[in-house]
Each structure stands twice: as C-alpha cells, then as structure tokens.
C-alpha cells in the first residue's frame, strides 16, 4: 500500500505505511522506498541514513535494488545540506552498477544517466569575440547561444573583408569620376547647299 500512495504523489501516507511495515518486516526494498518518499519531503538526513542501511543489508545481492539504492542515496544527497558534495561519488555508482549488471539501454540505466545529467550544473558560455579587421566596423559579440564554430567564425570574417573591399573600390570609383573633366561635345552646324554663314545652328545668311 505504501509503494501506491508513492505513485499518485501521497508522500505523507506512503512514509506511514512504510513504518508500519519496516516495524513489522525491515526489508532493504522497503528502506529504499521508504528513503525516496522521504527526500520527496525534505527528510534527506533520513533518507541517507535508510539508503546506507538498504545496502548493507541486500543479501544474496540484488543488482536491480542496489543500483535504485545507489540513486535514491545520490538524489537524498543532492538536496542535503551536509551532504550534497558526496552525491556525485553516488551517482557514478548507481551509473556503473546499471552498466554493468543491467546493461547501457536498460530503462533503469537510462533513466539514472537521464537524472544524472539533469542535475550536473551547465557550463557558462563565455561571448566569442570576433577578429577585429582594420578599417572595417566593430565586430559584433555573440553574447548567448551555443558558441560559434571556427569554421563559422572563418566565413563571417572572410564575409567582413568583402565588404570591406567592396565598399573600398566603390570609394575609388567615385573618386575617378570626380577628377575627370566633364566633356560637352559641341554640336557642329551642318553648312547650307549654296554657300552662307551659320552662327551656332541658326542660318545667317539665304543664298
């Protein structure tokens, strides 16, 4: 009864059905039970106390039990005050027991790796500074995201320098353009059949 008021998340009647139970009989399954709903409380100097327990008294050994006593006991570590730097050695445990007796792609192996990497603390990516070209405008910093690869970073600068030209042979271009003389082609008048002046294109003189 104790194991189901665990399922639906009744903590408080589970831990009291399991103390009634471990008065009766102290079997190490129910030790372990009993530390887990007991972390899911805030108990973890208890729930330590129950899963070092638990393990001294699995005999014959139980691989399944002892690998979910090893991350019951990493888990009640990880919320304890006095104990939090042990849980790391625990979890390695609990890891290493599911690999070897149980197997990498077991459902328990793969649920305890899952917790285990979902407790580790992330790193903080520090910004990617890109290489600064001279002349060109300040690169910008990359200040979240994963970090950017070097063949990434390789591209955007080889993309800068481009730009870079680009602008550099259009500033050249326009400079040409203003130091040649504006030319105005002027226009020769076509002379009348029969002989007269033209002035400009107007006629000066009839024939």
Same mark, same amino acid.
């Given at each position: ?57 699995? &005999? ?8 979910? &006593? ?48 979902? &407790?580790?603390?992330?790193?903080? &990516? ?82």
């Amino acid at each position: 009864m104790g194991c189901g008021y665990k399922r639906v998340g009744e903590f408080e009647k589970a831990i009291k059905c399991m103390e009634e139970a471990l008065q009766l009989e102290p079997s190490p399954s129910t030790m372990t039970n009993y530390a887990a709903c007991l972390t899911a409380v805030g108990r973890c100097e208890e729930a330590i106390a129950q899963c070092r327990e638990s393990i001294k008294h699995i &005999t014959p050994p139980n691989p399944h039990l002892l690998v979910v &006593t090893y991350h019951n006991l990493a888990l009640a570590q990880l919320n304890s005050a006095t104990e939090r730097h042990f849980a790391h050695s625990s979890f390695t445990e609990a890891l290493s027991l599911a690999h070897t007796y149980l197997g990498p792609t077991h459902p328990t192996a793969v649920a305890i790796e899952r917790s285990y990497l979902n &407790t580790k603390p992330r790193k903080k &990516t520090k910004p990617l500074k890109l290489p600064k070209i001279q002349g060109a405008e300040k690169p910008p910093i990359i200040a979240s995201g994963p970090p950017m690869s070097k063949r990434t970073a390789l591209l955007e600068q080889e993309r800068r320098q481009r730009e870079l030209k680009d602008r550099q042979d259009r500033k050249s271009v326009k400079a040409k353009v203003k130091k040649q003389p504006q030319v105005v082609a002027a226009m020769k008048p076509t002379p009348p059949e029969g002989g007269g002046e033209v002035v400009g294109s107007r006629r000066a003189s009839q024939v």
